[in-house]
Protein backbone atom coordinates (compact mmCIF):
# COMPACT_ATOMS: atom_id res chain seq x y z
CA UNK A 1 0.00 0.00 0.00
CA UNK A 2 2.99 2.46 0.61
CA UNK A 3 4.53 1.74 -2.54
CA UNK A 4 0.87 2.54 -4.29
CA UNK A 5 0.76 5.91 -2.14
CA UNK A 6 4.14 6.50 -3.36
CA UNK A 7 3.37 6.38 -7.14
CA UNK A 8 0.15 8.54 -6.88
CA UNK A 9 2.38 11.23 -4.57
CA UNK A 10 5.42 11.36 -7.30
CA UNK A 11 2.98 10.27 -10.63
CA UNK A 12 3.62 12.47 -13.70
CA UNK A 13 1.54 11.18 -16.41
CA UNK A 14 -1.57 8.88 -15.38
CA UNK A 15 -3.46 6.74 -18.23
CA UNK A 16 -7.20 7.30 -17.99
CA UNK A 17 -8.14 4.03 -16.20
CA UNK A 18 -5.82 5.01 -12.97
CA UNK A 19 -7.07 8.89 -13.71
CA UNK A 20 -10.43 7.88 -12.84
CA UNK A 21 -9.83 5.45 -10.53
CA UNK A 22 -7.57 7.51 -8.41
CA UNK A 23 -8.63 11.01 -9.47
CA UNK A 24 -11.15 13.34 -10.47
CA UNK A 25 -11.09 14.78 -14.23
CA UNK A 26 -11.00 18.46 -13.83
CA UNK A 27 -10.43 19.91 -17.45
CA UNK A 28 -12.28 20.14 -20.56
CA UNK A 29 -9.86 18.77 -22.66
CA UNK A 30 -6.41 16.49 -22.15
CA UNK A 31 -3.33 16.43 -24.10
CA UNK A 32 -2.78 12.87 -24.73
CA UNK A 33 -0.06 10.79 -26.02
CA UNK A 34 1.52 7.40 -26.01
CA UNK A 35 3.30 7.13 -22.89
CA UNK A 36 4.22 4.71 -19.99
CA UNK A 37 1.27 5.61 -16.92
CA UNK A 38 3.53 6.49 -13.21
CA UNK A 39 0.70 4.24 -11.65
CA UNK A 40 -0.02 1.17 -13.68
CA UNK A 41 3.47 0.95 -15.46
CA UNK A 42 1.67 -0.01 -18.81
CA UNK A 43 2.54 2.04 -21.75
CA UNK A 44 -1.04 3.46 -23.20
CA UNK A 45 -1.63 6.88 -23.60
CA UNK A 46 -1.39 9.04 -20.74
CA UNK A 47 -1.66 12.39 -19.78
CA UNK A 48 -0.68 15.07 -16.79
CA UNK A 49 -1.47 13.77 -13.28
CA UNK A 50 -2.88 17.61 -12.80
CA UNK A 51 -5.63 17.04 -15.56
CA UNK A 52 -6.98 14.51 -12.85
CA UNK A 53 -6.50 16.53 -9.92
CA UNK A 54 -3.09 15.47 -8.77
CA UNK A 55 -4.75 11.93 -7.86
CA UNK A 56 -5.83 13.42 -4.39
CA UNK A 57 -8.93 11.10 -4.27
CA UNK A 58 -6.65 7.94 -4.11
CA UNK A 59 -4.17 9.89 -1.97
CA UNK A 60 -6.96 10.84 0.52
CA UNK A 61 -8.58 6.96 0.42
CA UNK A 62 -5.13 5.32 0.86
CA UNK A 63 -4.31 8.07 4.06
CA UNK A 64 -7.82 6.98 5.49
CA UNK A 65 -7.12 3.10 5.07
CA UNK A 66 -3.75 3.02 6.62
CA UNK A 67 -5.23 5.17 9.42
CA UNK A 68 -7.92 2.30 9.86
CA UNK A 69 -5.47 -0.62 9.94
CA UNK A 70 -3.74 1.38 12.37
CA UNK A 71 -6.63 1.57 14.51
CA UNK A 72 -7.66 -1.99 14.40
CA UNK A 73 -4.01 -3.32 14.92
CA UNK A 74 -4.37 -0.78 18.44
CA UNK A 75 -6.66 -2.04 19.17
CA UNK A 76 -6.02 -5.41 18.92
CA UNK A 77 -2.89 -4.97 20.46
CA UNK A 78 -4.62 -3.42 23.62
CA UNK A 79 -6.67 -6.56 23.96
CA UNK A 80 -3.85 -8.59 24.19
CA UNK A 81 -1.67 -9.78 27.16
CA UNK A 82 1.33 -9.06 26.12
CA UNK A 83 3.43 -8.28 29.23
CA UNK A 84 6.00 -11.10 28.92
CA UNK A 85 6.61 -11.38 24.81
CA UNK A 86 7.16 -7.26 25.34
CA UNK A 87 9.65 -7.74 28.18
CA UNK A 88 12.92 -6.25 26.85
CA UNK A 89 15.94 -8.32 26.76
CA UNK A 90 18.29 -5.13 26.81
CA UNK A 91 17.50 -1.35 26.47
CA UNK A 92 20.28 0.36 24.27
CA UNK A 93 22.83 -2.26 25.29
CA UNK A 94 26.06 -2.71 23.22
CA UNK A 95 25.43 -5.37 20.46
CA UNK A 96 28.37 -8.44 19.79
CA UNK A 97 29.03 -8.67 16.32
CA UNK A 98 31.57 -11.16 15.20
CA UNK A 99 33.70 -10.51 11.41
CA UNK A 100 36.28 -12.30 10.10
CA UNK A 101 39.79 -10.13 9.48
CA UNK A 102 39.10 -9.46 5.62
CA UNK A 103 35.42 -8.16 7.08
CA UNK A 104 37.29 -5.80 9.17
CA UNK A 105 39.76 -5.02 6.94
CA UNK A 106 36.86 -3.92 4.20
CA UNK A 107 35.43 -1.75 6.93
CA UNK A 108 38.24 -0.02 7.43
CA UNK A 109 38.89 0.94 4.01
CA UNK A 110 35.08 1.76 4.05
CA UNK A 111 35.49 4.27 6.61
CA UNK A 112 38.27 6.65 4.54
CA UNK A 113 35.99 6.73 1.84
CA UNK A 114 33.70 8.11 3.63
CA UNK A 115 35.98 10.61 5.37
CA UNK A 116 37.14 11.37 1.88
CA UNK A 117 33.66 12.20 0.57
CA UNK A 118 31.27 13.36 3.97
CA UNK A 119 33.23 15.69 5.13
CA UNK A 120 29.94 16.80 7.86
CA UNK A 121 30.78 13.28 9.45
CA UNK A 122 34.41 14.29 10.12
CA UNK A 123 35.55 16.13 13.52
CA UNK A 124 35.56 20.44 13.20
CA UNK A 125 32.00 20.21 11.37
CA UNK A 126 30.02 18.87 14.97
CA UNK A 127 28.27 22.15 14.26
CA UNK A 128 26.15 21.05 11.66
CA UNK A 129 25.27 17.41 13.04
CA UNK A 130 26.73 17.32 16.92
CA UNK A 131 24.83 13.92 17.15
CA UNK A 132 26.13 11.89 13.98
CA UNK A 133 29.66 13.18 14.26
CA UNK A 134 29.30 11.61 17.54
CA UNK A 135 27.83 8.62 16.50
CA UNK A 136 30.49 8.15 13.58
CA UNK A 137 33.58 8.77 15.60
CA UNK A 138 33.11 5.97 17.78
CA UNK A 139 31.95 3.46 14.73
CA UNK A 140 35.23 4.83 13.51
CA UNK A 141 37.12 4.45 17.04
CA UNK A 142 35.77 0.71 17.24
CA UNK A 143 36.40 -0.42 13.58
CA UNK A 144 39.75 1.13 13.38
CA UNK A 145 41.10 -0.57 17.07
CA UNK A 146 39.41 -3.95 15.39
CA UNK A 147 41.73 -3.42 12.74
CA UNK A 148 44.76 -2.67 14.35
CA UNK A 149 44.13 -5.28 16.87
CA UNK A 150 43.53 -7.93 14.92
CA UNK A 151 43.99 -7.66 11.33
CA UNK A 152 47.69 -5.91 11.89
CA UNK A 153 48.77 -6.90 14.85
CA UNK A 154 46.83 -10.20 15.15
CA UNK A 155 46.44 -10.43 19.18
CA UNK A 156 49.71 -9.87 20.61
CA UNK A 157 51.24 -11.83 23.46
CA UNK A 158 53.42 -10.09 25.97
CA UNK A 159 56.39 -11.49 23.71
CA UNK A 160 54.97 -9.98 20.33
CA UNK A 161 54.95 -6.35 22.68
CA UNK A 162 57.94 -6.75 23.81
CA UNK A 163 59.42 -7.70 20.23
CA UNK A 164 57.64 -4.24 18.85
CA UNK A 165 59.69 -2.00 21.31
CA UNK A 166 62.99 -3.91 20.63
CA UNK A 167 62.54 -3.62 16.61
CA UNK A 168 59.68 -1.79 15.41
CA UNK A 169 56.28 -2.55 14.91
CA UNK A 170 57.01 -4.81 11.74
CA UNK A 171 60.57 -4.88 11.91
CA UNK A 172 62.47 -3.38 9.23
CA UNK A 173 66.10 -3.52 7.64
CA UNK A 174 67.83 -6.41 8.89
CA UNK A 175 64.85 -7.31 11.30
CA UNK A 176 62.37 -7.52 8.75
CA UNK A 177 63.08 -11.53 8.40
CA UNK A 178 62.80 -11.86 11.84
CA UNK A 179 59.42 -9.97 11.70
CA UNK A 180 57.73 -12.53 9.46
CA UNK A 181 59.43 -15.24 11.50
CA UNK A 182 58.58 -14.62 15.02
CA UNK A 183 54.99 -13.58 13.46
CA UNK A 184 54.53 -16.71 11.82
CA UNK A 185 56.05 -18.95 14.92
CA UNK A 186 53.22 -16.83 17.00
CA UNK A 187 50.45 -17.83 15.01
CA UNK A 188 51.54 -21.71 15.32
CA UNK A 189 51.81 -21.87 18.75
CA UNK A 190 48.08 -19.97 18.87
CA UNK A 191 46.99 -22.96 16.89
CA UNK A 192 48.85 -25.50 19.09
CA UNK A 193 47.40 -24.08 22.13
CA UNK A 194 43.37 -24.20 21.18
Not at 49 to 76: F, M, P
Not at 92 to 119: A, P, S, Y
Amino acid sequence: MSSLYQKLLTADVVCRECGSKYGKYSVGCSSIWEGTCDVCDQTKPVTEVRDWGYLTKGLHELKDNIKEQSKQVAEYMANQDLDEELTASYEQGEITLKLTEDEVGFLNECLDVIVDNHEGLCAGHSKDNPEDVKLFEGIEKKITELYADYCVKYELSPALKAYYERYGEYGTGEYAMRWEGFRDAFVAAQEMAK
